[in-house]
């Protein structure tokens, strides 16, 4: 048995993998808001490659803050609430902890999703007002990460970026709003660290 907790911490050693305080893989749920969405997240991280670099995986769902009204040259409109679910792959460095409590990061990451419309349909019964489509967000962000444990911190996050659909193209839920949700990005939220 110690020769098996001798190589595996060796291979840690080997491949750069941190294992100290914020350096193990870890669990992530927070909330926040995204261009005109609010939204909330929970993932994993995987550990750190050489104490700096990471890779994140999330689930998030984001939900307009108000309804979606837009009208066009002709007097026509469209009103909505529209929403997005998706999988997001975040991916950048973050610097050594500053008195094993603090640290700076920054990441960038891709959202493929799918936007729907929940609530008209639960309130008027008009099923997904977007029709068959794919949602996606390229964004950055920098952050900091206070930890209160050594396995416990909170993050507060920042930057912004992207949003857009492929869709039906003579569908005006999707013209009108492929881009909502584009703009700055403001979250915070809890990590555990296993």
Same mark, same amino acid.
């Given at each position: ?66 309804? /979606?009204? &837009?009208?066009? %040259?002709? +007097?026509?409109?469209? #009103? ?8 997001? !792959? ?62 416990? /911190?909170? &993050?507060?996050? %920042?930057? +912004?970026?992207?949003? #857009? ?8 839920? !999707? ?20």
């Amino acid at each position: 048995m110690k020769r098996h907790i001798a190589a595996a911490l060796a291979l840690t050693t080997a491949l750069g993998l941190a294992l100290t305080a914020g350096g193990g893989p870890g669990l992530r749920a927070g909330a926040g808001i995204q261009g005109a969405f609010s939204m909330f997240e929970a993932g994993f991280e995987l550990p750190k490659i050489n104490r700096s670099f990471g890779i994140g995986f999330r689930a998030r769902y984001l939900s307009a803050l108000t309804y /979606a009204t &837009y009208i066009d %040259s002709a +007097g026509e409109y469209v #009103s909505f609430h529209p929403c997005v679910v998706g999988g997001a !792959v975040s991916f950048g460095g973050c610097s050594p902890l500053i008195a094993e409590r603090l640290r700076a990061y920054g990441s960038f990451e891709v959202l493929l999703g799918h936007s729907f419309t929940p609530w008209d349909d639960a309130v008027i019964g008009v099923g997904n007002l977007f029709g068959p489509n794919l949602t996606w967000i390229a964004s950055g962000q920098l952050g900091l990460e206070v930890f209160t444990g050594p396995r416990t /911190a909170f &993050y507060v996050e %920042s930057g +912004g970026g992207l949003k #857009s659909i492929r869709g039906e193209e003579d569908n005006p839920h !999707v013209n009108t709003t492929a881009w909502l949700g584009s703009g700055v990005t403001l979250r915070i939220g809890v990590n555990l660290y296993l």
